[in-house]
């Protein structure tokens, strides 16, 4: 009987582990916890899902304005490309909220004088959404990054695919006005097979 009673106990205790290993992933008091759903969410002054004010949608030369006033944004510059193409990418100051990749540029892609999607490298760890958002509704794994889409929201997300750091990665946020291309043959279930499926990708 004190066998059985300690198996159970065993079992019990294993199931709880990956649990324990999710909550210590977010590193982030209530406080920024709040402020990342608030930006994430949006705002009652943007007609859209926006971050820093920018949204899809959006004329070039206000979000221009927008960054080039913005608290947190040291340098703005613009890339030409194909077309009526550009990118503008900026340089944070420091005094970003920590859930920002201060070492990587913001990223926003314009067409015809429109704001197309924008794109923010960030600190925040696949475990860090899910606890806050929860799981995603779609999304795809490749052999490079695994892809999260919370479409209730209007944004997903991309991080490195890996095994041993699945719930660790870092995640870059993306929004867009075109709903994210899965790759051919992706499927996607629960996060348990996205991360059986990772690791066996990986082996």
């Not at 080039?68 to 890339?79: G, K, L, Q, S």
């Not at 929201?153 to 929004?175: E, K, L, N, P, Y």
């Amino acid at each position: 009987m004190a066998a059985i009673v300690t198996r159970l106990i065993l079992l019990l205790l294993g199931g709880l582990a990956p649990l324990v290993g999710i909550i210590h992933v977010l590193p982030y008091d209530y406080s920024s916890i709040e402020l990342v759903r608030t930006l994430f969410i949006g705002h009652e002054d943007c007609p859209a899902l926006c971050f820093m004010g920018l949204y899809t949608g959006m004329d070039t030369q206000t979000a221009l304005d927008k960054l080039n006033h913005h608290a947190w944004v040291r340098a703005v510059y613009i890339t030409e490309s194909a077309g009526d193409n550009q990118t503008i990418n900026w340089r944070w100051n420091g005094q970003q909220p920590p859930f920002f990749n201060g070492l990587r540029s913001g990223t926003s892609a314009a067409q015809g004088n429109m704001i197309t999607s924008i794109s923010l490298p960030t600190t925040l760890t696949m475990g860090d959404i899910w606890l806050i958002f929860g799981a995603p509704e779609r999304g795809a794994i490749d052999s490079v990054y695994h892809f999260a889409e919370y479409t209730a929201q209007g944004f997903s997300i991309r991080a490195r695919a890996s095994c041993t750091h699945f719930w660790t990665a870092r995640s870059d946020v993306f929004i867009s006005t075109r709903q994210y291309q899965l790759p051919p043959g992706s499927e996607y279930y629960d996060m348990a097979h996205v991360r059986r499926t990772i690791c066996d990708r990986l082996r």
